[in-house]
């Protein structure tokens, strides 16, 4: 088997929808999340339990949805220590994203920060990957007084995971008198704008003096008339002018045709 059956593998066998009984199970023991969005009170929820035996680390992580109808999805004894955690959680947040109106990374960052609050509540001193970046290069040493020692945990920085995801192409040299389509994040909202420009990162500092969490993750030199076919293949996705609210497979989407379109 390859490396992605395998995982695949390992995806169905520990990701099922919950139905309206099983999320009824889920309420007898919730502290309260879940009946607001049986009762109206919440769209929805995210949820997780820790098992710890002082052996292994694993936990459940599930999202209920109440907007049509109470229904939603779980992922079950993923263990913190296996090397496709990471792969694992972001594919059922990617399946979240599919089947709701979440975004994904947004959805694994908040499965992620429960984690945490439960690690702690165990004894352990958490930190995580973007708190540890601004000592990269420095020989920093981390020592903690916690009884079960330290656990590290993995988030998603949104702006550097889409840059990655275009090969970082927002990179690109800029030629003079030549148009560009981008794409910029909104890290706030989640939003993604499709737009043209001449100079994409002088639009990107205009933009991020008024709302600074706006960065370019990808540009393509390239005219209007590509942009407006953007606009018109995810029209179904705008919520305002020219921003979309866009899943990952829309942007793999994009990257496929503007692969084939230049």
């Known amino acids: 088997m390859t490396k992605l059956e395998i995982l695949e593998e390992k995806f169905a066998a ?41 052996l292994g680390l694993a936990a459940d992580f599930y999202y209920i949805n109440g ?11 993923l263990n913190l ?10 594919r059922f947040v990617v399946l979240l994203s599919n089947n709701y109106s979440v975004d994904a990374i947004d959805a694994f960052n908040t499965f992620q920060k429960k984690l945490r609050g439960f690690l702690e509540k165990r004894g352990f001193f958490t930190t995580t990957n973007l ?30 995971y889409y840059r990655d995801f275009f090969n970082n192409n927002f990179a690109l040299e800029i030629t003079e008198q030549k148009e560009y389509v981008y794409l910029m994040v909104n890290n706030d909202t989640s939003l993604i704008k499709i737009g043209t420009s001449k100079n994409p990162v002088y639009r990107e500092r205009t933009l ?55």
């Open 131 to 160: 708190e540890l970046e601004q000592f990269k290069g420095q020989s920093a040493v981390m020592v903690s007084l916690a009884g079960r020692g330290i656990f590290k945990l993995e988030f998603i920085d949104k702006t550097q």
């Open 67 to 77: 907007e049509h109808r109470t229904k939603g999805e779980i992922i079950v004894q």
């Open 81 to 90: 220590q296996d090397k496709d955690y990471f792969a694992l959680l972001l």
């Open 208 to 262: 991020h003096s008024q709302e600074p969490g706006i960065n370019l993750i990808a540009m393509w030199c390239c005219g209007k008339n590509i942009e407006r076919k953007l606009h018109v293949k995810f029209s179904h996705k705008r919520v305002r002018g020219e921003w979309f609210r866009l899943t990952i497979p829309d942007l793999a989407e994009i990257e496929t045709f503007m692969n084939n379109e230049i």
């Open 14 to 54: 520990c990701c099922f929808t919950l139905d309206r009984q099983d999320i009824a199970e889920f309420d007898r023991e919730d502290n309260g999340p879940i009946n607001n969005v049986i009762t109206g009170i919440d769209l929805h929820c995210y949820g997780a339990r820790l098992y710890d035996d002082h």
